[in-house]
């Protein structure tokens, strides 16, 4: 991938992340991946559609405790972004598996970051590029959207810096579920809401973050996974 396409694709990653995007004073609208346009919830199909898009993922991308053989030190994410998988590597040679959404083909990228900054219930302020992007097809965006279950980052943020700058990636939550396990985003990695809550609360300023490219770029001799140790728990952080 490009250094101007990554850079690009990172300044999209908040809203190209959403499997449905929010526009300013326009909830009664979502945007259709499959046609790359904005629908009215007016219409009952389409209402019919985003509710079916709400379900959860596959069980396959249910947090779990797994076994793992890694070089990396406990404490250090590792983003498997070909099986769609992060992994927070813990004592003993274990690991806590969660299910992620990562960036759809071509804005897959590899690389090692750090933890830059957290954020609860971040806001999100849409790039410039998405903005004026979004004006040319007559679509307004908000200037700031107040964090909140409607916001595309979700419930938590985590900030991903390089050399001690914003990379413009996050790992991030999501008000679209259905979308962990898939490749939609312009690169950033997505988590469902109690996940990202759950890797939140462990994960400090300064975590080492290694991410492995849609094509394994990066993965050798990164980890092993050798099997599930014990289920996971999805304890949601609403309490339900």
């Not at 919830?41 to 405790?65: E, I, L």
């Not at 990396?72 to 994410?77: A, K």
């Not at 040319?136 to 595309?152: F, Q």
């Not at 300064?206 to 001799?221: A, C, F, L, M, S």
Request: aromatic share 8%.
């Amino acid at each position: 991938m490009s250094l101007g396409k990554w850079l690009i694709g990172a300044a999209l990653c908040g809203v190209v992340a959403l499997g449905s995007i929010v526009a300013a004073h326009a909830d009664s609208r979502v945007y259709n991946y499959a046609t790359g346009t904005w629908e009215s919830t007016d219409d009952p199909r389409v209402m019919r559609r985003t509710m079916m898009q709400q379900r959860r993922p596959s069980a396959a991308f249910n947090r779990a405790n797994v076994n793992i053989e890694t070089r990396e030190r406990p404490g250090t994410i590792i983003v498997d972004t070909h099986r769609r998988y992060l992994y927070f590597v813990e004592n003993g040679g274990r690991a806590t598996r969660y299910g992620v959404g990562v960036g759809k083909e071509g804005f897959g990228w590899s690389g090692q970051m750090k933890v830059g900054r957290k954020a609860e219930w971040p806001d999100w302020i849409p790039p410039k590029e998405m903005v004026i992007r979004e004006r040319r097809k007559g679509h307004i965006l908000p200037a700031r959207m107040a964090g909140g279950p409607k916001n595309p980052l979700g419930a938590r943020a985590l900030y991903l810096y390089r050399g001690g700058r914003d990379s413009l990636f996050r790992i991030h939550g999501t008000n679209q579920p259905w979308t962990i396990g898939q490749r939609l985003s312009s690169g950033c990695i997505r988590m469902m809401n109690e996940d990202v809550a759950h890797l939140y609360n462990r994960v400090p300023n300064g975590t080492k973050v290694v991410v492995i490219g849609p094509e394994g770029q990066g993965g050798r001799g990164v980890y092993r996974e050798t099997g599930v140790s014990a289920p996971g728990l999805l304890t949601s952080i609403f309490g339900n």
